[in-house]
């Protein structure tokens, strides 16, 4: 009878031969410092957000993470310093979704949405309200149309910019419901805001993790959810397609894009790491402190899939109201 023993160091060896091959598969980065772009400013909800998921990261992989703020040009800035970056998935960025969806129609930002970067994994998502003054005398959705109604050529709804979502569901709305509101565009969601809580703007459509506070607070009233199913922090607010507008149906995800330039099988390696930070209770519970809801995992090419349709969608929208392109 042959000793197993005597086999003993070339089963050890194969053991460690095995391993070494097994360990590329598993990791989705090497041993260098991952560099996480962000194209947004120090401060803002996307920073902490990125902050967020390059301390999850770092806890996941072992490697250090470099958050690099890269704003302007509606994401081009960012989205450029991704593209010159080694194509080794050693850089990715975080960002939401309307980066690559909704700003490339109205603004030039420089890059193609479907060429030049790939989706990766999805970490939340973020859905729109309809919120009005606290002035308003109408207390629901209903009674709000009746208002407006009443009040022809007399109101306006605030967005967070032209050629936003918060722009898209206003005129969305007027469509649909008869109605006239006048746009008035601002620099971002707080001005709005502050503009909708003061009482010298009736009503807004904002994402709800900018609003929620005010929600909380009583300082804005909550008519409705534009997305597709209720929030889960406003269980006793009703989506606006219950409400019979099927069409106000605006949510984002913030998740993790690379460059065109990565592997496919390096891509599929970071969303497996990307599908567990998103996954990982504690990160998840941070998450929805700051009103973002849990994100279903989608592969990368479902994902891919989604942001071409947003896209498109939106790129119809900008067309039927003639939103101009900013220089």
Not at 13 to 24: C, D, N, Q, V
Not at 149 to 163: D, I, P, T
Not at 216 to 243: D, F, H, I, N, W
């Amino acid at each position: 009878m042959l000793s197993l023993k005597k086999f003993a160091p070339v089963r050890h060896l194969l053991t460690l031969t095995l391993l070494g091959l097994a360990l590329p598969c598993a990791q989705a980065w090497t041993d260098k410092p991952i560099k996480l772009i962000v194209p947004a400013p120090p401060g803002g909800t996307m920073d902490v957000i990125a902050r967020m998921v390059s301390e999850q990261l770092a806890a996941e992989t072992g490697q250090v993470v470099i958050v690099d703020n890269r704003p302007g040009a509606g994401g081009g800035i960012g989205v450029q310093a991704l593209r010159t970056a080694p194509g080794d998935g050693q850089t990715i960025m975080v960002t939401a979704s309307n980066v690559l969806t909704e700003i490339p129609h109205v603004l030039k930002s420089g890059f193609d949405p479907l060429k030049d970067v790939k989706p990766v994994g999805v970490i939340a998502r973020g859905t729109m309200v309809l919120v009005g003054a606290p002035n308003v005398p109408a207390k629901n959705f209903k009674d709000f149309l009746a208002y407006a109604r009443s009040h022809k050529g007399q109101l306006s709804f605030a967005s967070y910019s032209a050629g936003t979502a918060s722009h898209y569901a206003g005129m969305i709305l007027n469509q649909k419901a008869g109605l006239d509101l006048q746009h008035v565009p601002y620099a971002g969601s707080p001005p709005a805001l502050t503009q909708v809580m003061g009482g010298q703007i009736p009503l807004m459509f904002d994402g709800y993790v900018t609003s929620r506070a005010m929600i909380a607070a009583g300082k804005l009233q909550v008519y409705g959810v534009a997305g597709p199913r209720r929030l889960s922090q406003l269980p006793e607010v009703p989506t606006l397609a219950e409400l019979g507008y099927p069409e106000l149906n605006f949510s984002n995800w913030l998740g993790v894009v690379v460059s065109s330039a990565v592997p496919g099988e390096t891509v599929e390696k970071i969303h497996r790491t990307v599908a567990k930070v998103a996954a990982n209770p504690k990160f998840r519970g941070r998450m929805f402190a700051t009103g973002f809801e849990a994100a279903e995992d989608l592969g990368v090419e479902p994902l891919a899939q989604s942001v071409k349709a947003e896209f498109e969608r939106n790129g119809a929208i900008v067309k039927q109201f003639n939103i101009q392109l900013n220089p």
